[in-house]
Every structure is written in structure tokens, then in C-alpha cells.
T-cell receptor, first 109, second 114 residues
Framework: GIQVEQSPPDLILQEGANSTLRCNFSDSVNNLQWFHQNPWGQLINLFY???GTKQNGRLSATTVATERYSLLYISSSQTTDSGVYFC???????????FGTGTSLTVIP | DTGVSQNPRHKITKRGQNVTFRCDPISEHNRLYWYRQTLGQGPEFLTY????????KSRLLSDRFSAERPKGSFSTLEIQRTEQGDSAMYLCASVKQETDTEAFFGQGTRLTVV
């Protein structure tokens, strides 16, 4: 199957700081999504971004499919941004989503 | 549309008992996925349905696990003779169609086997 690697594994930020999370994948993909897992375990959709750049408030994401990576930018971080961020890819020749191991973000006041 | 719904949210069971979880996908979504997530890991694929047909199963899905989607709407995941290693969060996701592959996940069912 496809390999999905996320970095960094853990990140601690002061409130108001900016951060960049990275997702590398090993093969061509149909779809790439970024999720935020809340403390209760639910995966909240952030971006559906197989290619290009999207922005939603303080968050933005860029996927460069030809180079097999995606970046999630968080600006002016808030304590409510804390949690685990997952990247998931839908393999071009497969029928399932492959998840990375996540980046655990802690924003301290 | 209220999103993907999973029941129950939490389940505590004794080792050896059978458990069943339910997932109601977003209406008109024809693909439904089951994933399992253990502590500190990303979700791992278990199985998926295209309408009522179960098209792929992971090797993680042992003989004790069975999933159904009888009318192409809701799905159930049953675990027979539960073991402590089955303790995990079980997540369900739905996708509208092959050309629109954005996945939406439910709140999950957290299973604890004691």
C-alpha cells in the first residue's frame, strides 16, 4: 500500500504563533484530505485538496501532487487548535484512504 | 443532513461477548468505510461497501469480524468473541460517489473490552 508520513510528530506552540505541518506520500493519489481530530475522537474535515491551494480562515493548505507532498499552515494559533492533525490519501489505484500517523499539536496560552 | 451517525458512542464489554455497532451514512452517499484506530495511531482501514456490496476487506478483519450493509444505507459491524486487543475506536466514513471522493467521518464508537 501507499506510505503516508507526517511531520513533525509533535509540536508545541505559544498562542499566536504560526506553524506548518507536512504530509509526504509515496504514490499517485486521487484525493488528499486534512483532518483535525477533536478530544472526543471525531475527525473534522479541514480540507479536501488533491492539488493546489485552499484557504479557510486562519488555515490554508497546499498540495503539490507531482512532488507527492502537502502542507497545512496554521496562522495565529489558538488553544482550540490543539489536537491531532491527520493527512489521508486515496490511492490512485486503490479503494481506501491511508492515514499518516498524525501531528499532535499543543497550543499553550 | 446531520452527517455520519454512529451508535453507540461507547461500549464496554466483557471478553468473549459479541458486540455490534451501527453506522448511518450521509444520505445518498453510496460508499461506506469502516476504520479502526488505536491509541496514538492513525485510523486503519477495515472494509468498505459500494452500495450493498462489500468490495474490499483488510487483513485486519479477522474471522471474528463481519460487516453488512443490507440495503445500501446503514451498516453494521459485528465483533464476535471479543478480545482485549479489540479495544479501539471504530470509525465509519461515507463518500458520495467515485468522482467525488471527499470522506466524512462519524463520531466513532469507542470499544473497551475488559
Amino acid at each position: 500500500g501507499i506510505q503516508v508520513e507526517q511531520s513533525p510528530p509533535d509540536l508545541i506552540l505559544q498562542e499566536g504563533a504560526n506553524s506548518t505541518l507536512r504530509c509526504n506520500f509515496s504514490d499517485s493519489v486521487n484525493n488528499l484530505q486534512w483532518f483535525h481530530q477533536n478530544p472526543w475522537g471525531q475527525l473534522i474535515n479541514l480540507f479536501y485538496i488533491p492539488s493546489g491551494t485552499k484557504q479557510n480562515g486562519r488555515l490554508s493548505a497546499t498540495t503539490v501532487a507531482t512532488e507527492r507532498y502537502s502542507l497545512l499552515y496554521i496562522s495565529s494559533s489558538q488553544t482550540t487548535d490543539s489536537g491531532v492533525y491527520f493527512c489521508a490519501v486515496d490511492w490512485e489505484t486503490g479503494n481506501q484512504f491511508y492515514f499518516g500517523t498524525g501531528t499532535s499539536l499543543t497550543v499553550i496560552p | 443532513d446531520t452527517g455520519v451517525s454512529q451508535n453507540p458512542r461507547h461500549k464496554i464489554t466483557k471478553r468473549g461477548q459479541n458486540v455490534t455497532f451501527r453506522c448511518d451514512p450521509i444520505s445518498e452517499h453510496n460508499r461506506l468505510y469502516w476504520y479502526r484506530q488505536t491509541l496514538g495511531q492513525g485510523p486503519e482501514f477495515l472494509t468498505y461497501f459500494q452500495n450493498e456490496a462489500q468490495l474490499e476487506k483488510s487483513r485486519l478483519l479477522s474471522d471474528r469480524f463481519s460487516a453488512e450493509r443490507p440495503k445500501g444505507s446503514f451498516s453494521t459491524l459485528e465483533i464476535q468473541r471479543t478480545e482485549q486487543g479489540d479495544s479501539a475506536m471504530y470509525l465509519c466514513a461515507s463518500v458520495k460517489q467515485e468522482t467525488d471522493t471527499e470522506a466524512f467521518f462519524g463520531q466513532g464508537t469507542r470499544l473497551t473490552v475488559v
